[in-house]
T-cell receptor, first 109, second 110 residues
Framework: GENVEQHPSTLSVQEGDSAVIKCTYS??????FPWYKQELGKRPQLIID?????GEKKDQRIAVTLNKTAKHFSLHITETQPEDSAVYFC????????FGAGTTVTVRA | DGGITQSPKYLFRKEGQNVTLSCEQN?????MYWYRQDPGQGLRLIYY???????QKGDIAEGYSVSREKKESFPLTVTSAQKNPTAFYLC?????????FGEGSRLTVL
C-alpha cells in the first residue's frame, strides 16, 4: 500500500516568513495530492491540491509543487500570518487516501 | 445544507462496552471513509466503502466493524476488542479525489 512520509513534524516561523512542508510517497499509481489544514479540535479542511499531470499550483499565499519522478511534493506558505498556525497534512491518493503524520505549524507574532 | 453529519460529537463509555458512531451524508457520494486520529498523529484509515453493501479494511481495522446498507450511512462500531479506543474519529465521503470530512466524534473510554 501507499506510504506517505511528511517532514518536519513541527515548524515554528516568524510572522511574515515562509514555511515549507515536504512529503514523499511510495506508490507511483497515486495521482492526486491534497493538502489539509486542521485547527485544534476541528475537522481537516482542504486548502490546495495538485494532480499528477501538473507540476505546480498556486492559490494566493500557498503553493504546492510535485515531482513525480522523485515521488515528492511540497507545500509552500509565503508571508505567514498567525491564522496560519495549525496542523497540516499531506495525502497521496490512488483508490484511497493515505495521509502523512502531520506538521504542526506555529507562526510567532 | 449538504454535508457529512457525525454523531454524537462527544461520547463517554465504560471499558468493555461496544459503541456505535453515526455518519450520514447527503452529498450523494459513493465512497465513504472512517479515520482515527490520536494526539500528535496523523489520520489512520480504519475502514472504507466504495459502494453500497461493500467495504474494505483499512490499516487499523482490528476491533472495529462497519456496515454500508444505504448510500447515505456508514456507521462505525467500536467493539470491546479494540484495545485503546479513546480517540477522535473522523468520517468522510469522497468525490473526485477530495475528501469531505464530518466534524468528528470524540470517544473517551473510562
Amino acid at each position: 500500500g501507499e506510504n506517505v512520509e511528511q517532514h518536519p513534524s513541527t515548524l515554528s516561523v516568524q510572522e511574515g516568513d515562509s514555511a515549507v512542508i515536504k512529503c514523499t510517497y511510495s506508490d507511483s499509481a497515486s495521482n492526486y495530492f491534497p493538502w489539509y489544514k486542521q485547527e485544534l479540535g476541528k475537522r481537516p479542511q482542504l486548502i490546495i491540491d495538485i494532480r499528477s499531470n501538473v507540476g505546480e499550483k498556486k492559490d494566493q499565499r500557498i503553493a504546492v509543487t510535485l515531482n513525480k519522478t522523485a515521488k515528492h511534493f511540497s507545500l509552500h506558505i509565503t508571508e505567514t500570518q498567525p491564522e496560519d498556525s495549525a496542523v497540516y497534512f499531506c495525502a497521496a491518493v490512488d483508490y484511497k487516501l493515505s495521509f502523512g503524520a502531520g506538521t504542526t505549524v506555529t507562526v510567532r507574532a | 445544507d449538504g454535508g457529512i453529519t457525525q454523531s454524537p460529537k462527544y461520547l463517554f463509555r465504560k471499558e468493555g462496552q461496544n459503541v456505535t458512531l453515526s455518519c450520514e451524508q447527503n452529498l450523494n457520494h459513493d465512497a465513504m471513509y472512517w479515520y482515527r486520529q490520536d494526539p500528535g498523529q496523523g489520520l489512520r484509515l480504519i475502514y472504507y466503502s466504495q459502494i453500497v453493501n461493500d467495504f474494505q479494511k483499512g490499516d487499523i481495522a482490528e476491533g472495529y466493524s462497519v456496515s454500508r446498507e444505504k448510500k447515505e450511512s456508514f456507521p462505525l462500531t467500536v467493539t470491546s476488542a479494540q484495545k485503546n479506543p479513546t480517540a477522535f474519529y473522523l468520517c468522510a465521503s469522497r468525490w473526485a479525489g477530495e475528501l469531505f470530512f464530518g466534524e468528528g466524534s470524540r470517544l473517551t473510554v473510562l
